[in-house]
């Protein structure tokens, strides 16, 4: 039996949560994004697009193209709210789903066609879920990941496509071929250069050809382009590491600031550490310069989770890394090398008490929410704290390039 | 220089020493056995700096002398001889010859005067152990004691000396292990971190034996005197840390269970436990003691309920199933005795019987912080 594969987008995710905060923005000329110098469009109404914008656009080039436009800073965990919303949802009503991004599902529905049909069935999870969020989504029903994705962005927006099995290579040809995903501009710009823009000219090249100009990923494309690649669905995510990171409005050598930053960004990623039970065996740091130049350095650790170790650690590291003297864009935090386990106490490090307030701040923090409780040293720096557990399977929430 | 000497006799010897001698030497000198010949009086010795253990031999000869000789090459070809006299004469040429019933052998060899001077120890202090209580008192504490580089004291066995016992103590700051003999007296108070190398080898030598060892120490090193071998060692510089202060002194909560039992519970479980951090949780309710462990990342589960004497309140505290299965195993008491407070504090776990008259063992262990 072929397979059935559901891919499901949220169209212009953040800009429809907006809209349901407020509804006077409905019909309106959006963007959502970095406010700042260095903002960038996180996301866009389809008003807006007319006027050539796009996701991914400084936040300044966007507004001189359209100046209508209402800008929002946007606010990650109302929308992390309203996509577990949606992922209760399908949650509820498919038998495997990946959640592949805040604004993104894969859905299994192989063999449950065995009544009305994989597409009604879809089609009525469909309006289930704009009937219950109130948000717009678009599907795209067909045999595998990749033509599914295509499908819907086809079907967008608000909208729904379905592929018959067999037909997958006659829908893919007459499409560009930046809509194959992987085609990013690199790529785009080498195909065009070889004279191939429609994807049916991939159809009908040999597969070595592919392999010999872009290797590996040759083939991908290759296979993709033929509606053939047929990656498995991944319906937990295992998180790696934890990461942070912050990109200043204006490159800055304010070293209070700086360490304030690195030492909130610590201890919220330790807290987050904690609250999944888990441990980390390394900690790295990232600085980046204005010149762009990037640096890191990283300690292995025994596998730990408190406080006092992993801060300590983490300023000792930024003191070693941080020697140019230059402005600084960005500084990042990372701990990785996770494993499931809990503090391991020291019998001449760790006091009693010590444990016990440690205790009770995470206690607090997870009744009131993380920034209720902080260090003194912590204070002040711009909300660092995460949202919502990141061990819960989803993939880390990303406000799509807020700065650039 | 010239000698006779029986070959296992010489091996046995050798052996013993070779255990000194480093994979890899920085000085290629301490590669080899240091041979001093006084008449019918052989001295072997072998050092890595900071230890040096000799053994004094008899052997048949009327000459004098010292030579520095392969240790990997004299010990590898004497393990291949039966029983039998072999005849070593030093030539001028710089080789050892030796002789035995089926051949000669020739190994190039230094001078005795390029090899390092053992330590001699200004004014001592003295007491006399026991050896077999020595090696216990070592193999009871040594496991406990710490790998880590940044605090080299915890990495070696702390003897603490007193008019009115001795007292051993071993820690890597999350598990402990104390171990004092009151029947066994110092004429005066004395402190000293010893490493783990040297104990080792004294663990090894001693286990069973009858004889006396003198222990003579300072401020910077100690030597051990025992049948015809001497072994001296540097100490670990520094302060040890309080560890007396860390031992609660309330225990309200108190587990008795047999030992076997509780230990391959342990074992048994945490195998199901996760494979870097083999942490376990134990839950005392009433008379029953519930051992659980998971290991998430592949749905591996599991639980053992365990019949127990309990007096307290009931409690759940977790612990890395690695030190509690190290510290039931180096016990040999038929029960043991686990005293506890809080889910965060530390855990000691006491042998009931089968510790001789005046032993005192008490084992620590730091539990992890469990969010409840």
């Known amino acids: 039996m072929k397979q059935q594969i559901l891919h499901l987008d949220l169209d212009t995710f953040f800009v429809s949560c907006e809209r349901l905060i407020d509804s006077r923005l409905q019909k309106r000329p959006l963007l959502v994004g970095g406010t700042g110098d260095r903002g960038v469009v996180a996301a866009c109404s389809y008003e807006t697009r007319r006027f050539g914008v796009h996701s991914g656009m400084a936040m300044k080039l966007a507004r001189r193209l359209c100046p209508e436009a209402v800008v929002i800073r946007g606010n990650a965990s109302v929308y992390t709210k309203y996509s577990s919303q949606v992922t209760d949802i399908i949650k509820e009503k498919v038998p495997v789903f990946e959640k592949a991004s805040v604004d993104e599902f894969y859905a299994d529905l192989t063999g449950m066609d065995k009544f009305f049909g994989t597409y009604k069935y879809a089609s009525e999870l469909r309006s289930t879920i704009i009937r219950e969020t109130g948000l717009p989504i678009s599907f795209g029903l067909s045999a595998n990941k990749i033509v599914s994705k295509v499908a819907t962005g086809e079907a967008k927006p608000n909208n729904q496509l379905r592929i018959d099995e067999g037909f997958e290579k006659s829908f893919l040809a007459p499409l560009s071929i930046k809509k194959i995903p992987s085609v990013g501009d690199k790529t785009y710009q080498i195909l065009r250069n070889l004279g191939i823009d429609k994807v049916s000219v991939v159809q009908q090249m040999p597969l070595e050809m592919m392999i010999s100009v872009l290797g590996q990923n040759g083939k991908t494309i290759w296979m993709r382009a033929n509606g053939l690649d047929n990656p498995p669905l991944i319906p937990f995510y295992d998180r790696k590491s934890l990461s942070t990171e912050r990109t200043f409005g204006k490159d800055t050598i304010d070293m209070l600031r700086l360490k304030t930053t690195i030492f909130a960004m610590a201890e919220s990623l330790a807290y987050s550490l904690r609250s999944g039970d888990r441990l980390a065996g390394c900690i790295s740091i990232k600085i980046r310069y204005s010149d762009f130049n990037t640096y890191t350095k990283q300690v292995k650790i025994p596998y730990t989770s408190a406080d006092h170790v992993i801060i300590p650690k983490v300023m000792e590291l930024f003191d070693k890394l941080y020697e140019r003297r230059l402005l600084i864009r960005l500084v990042g935090v990372k701990l990785s090398d996770l494993v499931t386990g809990n503090y391991q106490i020291n019998m001449f490090d760790d006091t009693e008490e010590m444990l016990s307030l440690y205790n009770a701040m995470d206690t607090i923090r997870n009744r009131y929410g993380e920034l209720s409780i902080q260090k003194a040293a912590a204070m002040g720096a711009k909300t660092i704290g995460r949202f919502s557990n990141p061990f819960n399977g989803e993939p880390p929430i990303l406000l799509a390039h807020r700065n650039q | ?372």
């Open chain 2, 1 to 372: 220089m010239k000698f006779i000497v029986s070959s296992t006799y010489l091996l046995k010897q050798l052996q013993v020493l070779g255990g000194v001698i480093n994979s890899s030497n920085t000085l290629p000198i301490l590669d080899n056995f240091l041979f001093e010949l006084n008449q019918s009086k052989l001295t072997v010795s072998a050092s890595d700096l900071e230890t040096t253990m000799s053994s004094t031999l008899e052997v048949e000869s009327n000459s004098e002398g010292s030579v520095a000789i392969p240790a990997r090459l004299l010990l590898d070809t004497l393990k291949t001889f039966p029983e039998q006299p072999l005849t070593f004469v030093i030539e001028d040429n710089n080789t050892v010859e030796i002789s035995s019933n089926h051949g000669k052998y020739a190994l190039a060899y230094a001078s005795g005067k390029e090899f390092p001077k053992a330590v001699v120890l200004e004014d001592p202090s003295k007491t006399v152990v026991l050896g077999d209580v020595l090696a216990t008192a070592i193999s009871k504490t040594i496991f406990a004691a710490g790998n880590d580089d940044l605090r080299p004291v915890m990495s070696g066995v702390f003897f603490q000396f007193s008019t009115e016992g001795l007292t051993f103590v071993a820690t890597d700051a999350h598990k402990l292990v104390k171990y004092t003999r009151e029947d066994i007296k110092a004429s005066q108070v004395a402190e000293f971190i010893m490493p783990k190398k040297p104990l080792n080898l004294l663990k090894g030598i001693l286990a069973g034996s009858e004889e006396d060892v003198t222990i003579e120490y300072n401020d910077s090193n100690a030597k051990f005197i025992f049948e015809n071998s001497t072994l001296i060692c540097r100490l670990i510089d520094g302060k040890y840390p309080n560890y007396e202060a860390v031992i609660p002194k309330e225990n309200p909560n108190k587990l008795v269970i047999d030992r076997t039992q509780f230990s391959n519970s342990v074992r048994r479980v945490s195998i199901f436990s996760n494979k870097t951090t083999h942490q376990i949780r134990l839950k005392i309710a009433g008379a029953e003691l519930n051992i659980s462990a998971e290991d998430i990342d592949y749905s591996n589960k599991a639980e053992e309920r365990l019949t127990c004497d309990y007096q307290g309140d009931d409690m759940q505290i977790g612990f890395n199933s690695r030190f509690l299965t190290e510290m039931l195993n180096n016990l040999n008491s038929d029960e043991v005795q686990l005293e506890m407070s809080m889910p965060n504090r530390a855990g000691i776990l006491t042998p009931i019987d089968g510790l001789d008259d005046g032993e005192q063992i008490t084992m620590l262990v730091m539990p992890v912080m469990l969010n409840s």
